[in-house]
């Protein structure tokens, strides 16, 4: 019998037995579970992990929708569905999930390997490289660096703070773990914290791409904005061709109110991504800025027509009369402001 008392020691007995190749205990003791608590996290995962094993595909998908429903943002629910759907000979439906999974999770190294194999499969030979480097990568990791990265992108962030400190106290200048404890001092608010550190890791390791990029989020978040445009033309020296690189140095020259500069650069980025949301919402704040209202609308329309989701395109407003709260594009909250205003 589970002891539903104590859901965890249950589940690291399902994890055992799964270990073992003994799907039917796990999947009772996931059920056990979600019987008295039916949108526990790891007991959908384990249940949908057990239902793939046993070819109870059908019953994999419901509880793959459950736990996506309850935890949207759960890197190994898409993993899980990545290796459903692949099973099932789509292919197209598994990058896709193995993608999903990797943005909420980048510790997810299955993943990784997974993409870099569908990649590989469909010619995209550079792709693939670069995702079998973030395997590889990941898996040079010491364990608890890799223990850090997913807890915190799976939300336990203390526990992740308490690891990554005790390493540090062991190897007080490995970068990675220096800049692992800056981005949960960043999480928590402390960026006082994380720009020391994120500073102090740039001097011992120079070129090494993700310091300077996580660097400059932790200047703008102070407000350092000469600094974090000095970091972005760092990186532009390096590769000015580089979309990553160019959307920062847009972002930034932005932030400095080098509106023009921006709106160069955010183009040349949608060059090369023509439909990427990130950048038509950043560069319909710096045309809403420089006084360029009906282009501004338009990007702004045009992220929520590529990308529904993305919040940062909506903003909810109290209009005068009918429901309490509706959800407006950016652009339509902007053609109602103008038009309050002339009324």
């Known amino acids: 019998m589970?002891?539903?008392?104590t859901p965890e020691?249950?589940?690291?007995?399902?994890?055992?037995?799964?270990q073992s190749g003994d799907f039917r205990t796990a999947s009772k003791i996931a059920a056990d579970i979600l019987?008295?608590?039916?949108q526990h996290r790891d007991a959908l995962y384990m249940a949908a992990v057990c239902a793939r094993y046993e070819n109870r595909n059908d019953d994999a998908f419901t509880c793959l929708a459950e736990l996506k429903a309850a935890s949207p943002d759960y890197g190994r629910a898409w993993q899980e569905e990545g290796h459903l759907r692949r099973k099932l000979g789509d292919n197209q439906g598994?990058?896709?999930?193995?993608?999903?999974?990797?943005?909420?999770?980048?510790?997810l190294i299955a993943s990784w390997k997974a993409q870099a194999e569908l990649l590989a499969a469909s010619g995209n030979t550079g792709a693939a490289n670069n995702a079998i480097a973030q395997a590889q990568r990941l898996q040079a990791l010491p364990r608890e660096l890799l223990a850090v990265t997913n807890h915190i992108h799976e939300g336990r962030i203390f526990r992740a703070e308490e690891i990554a400190r005790a390493f540090l106290q062991r190897h007080p200048t490995h970068v990675e773990g220096m800049r692992l404890l800056a981005d949960i001092?960043?999480?928590?608010g402390v960026q006082?914290?994380?720009?020391?550190?994120?500073?102090?890791?740039?001097?011992?390791?120079p070129d090494n791409i993700q310091l300077r990029l996580d660097y400059i989020q932790v200047l703008r978040k102070r407000q350092k904005f000469a600094a974090a445009l000095e970091q972005a033309n760092f990186l532009m020296a390096r590769d000015p061709d580089n979309p990553v690189f160019q959307s920062h140095y847009a972002i930034e020259s932005m932030q400095a109110g080098d509106y023009?500069?921006?709106?160069e650069y955010f183009d040349r980025v949608l060059t090369v991504l023509p439909d990427d949301p990130a950048t038509l919402v950043s560069r319909g704040h710096a045309l809403k800025t420089y006084g360029r209202t009906?282009?501004?609308i338009a990007s702004y329309r045009r992220a929520t027509e590529v990308a529904p989701g993305h919040g940062d395109a909506w903003l909810v407003c109290l209009p005068k009369s009918g429901p309490l709260f509706e959800l407006v594009p950016a652009s339509d909250m902007e053609l109602r402001h103008g038009q309050e205003s002339q009324a």
């Open 94 to 107: 598994a990058m896709t999930a193995f993608e999903r999974a990797t943005r909420y999770n980048p510790s």
């Open 294 to 296: 009906e282009e501004a």
């Open 185 to 188: 001092g960043s999480r928590l």
């Open 2 to 5: 589970t002891d539903l008392a």
């Open 35 to 38: 019987a008295q608590q039916p």
């Open 192 to 205: 006082e914290d994380a720009d020391f550190l994120l500073e102090s890791a740039v001097e011992l390791d």
């Open 9 to 18: 020691a249950a589940l690291q007995q399902a994890q055992k037995s799964i």
């Open 260 to 263: 023009e500069t921006a709106l």
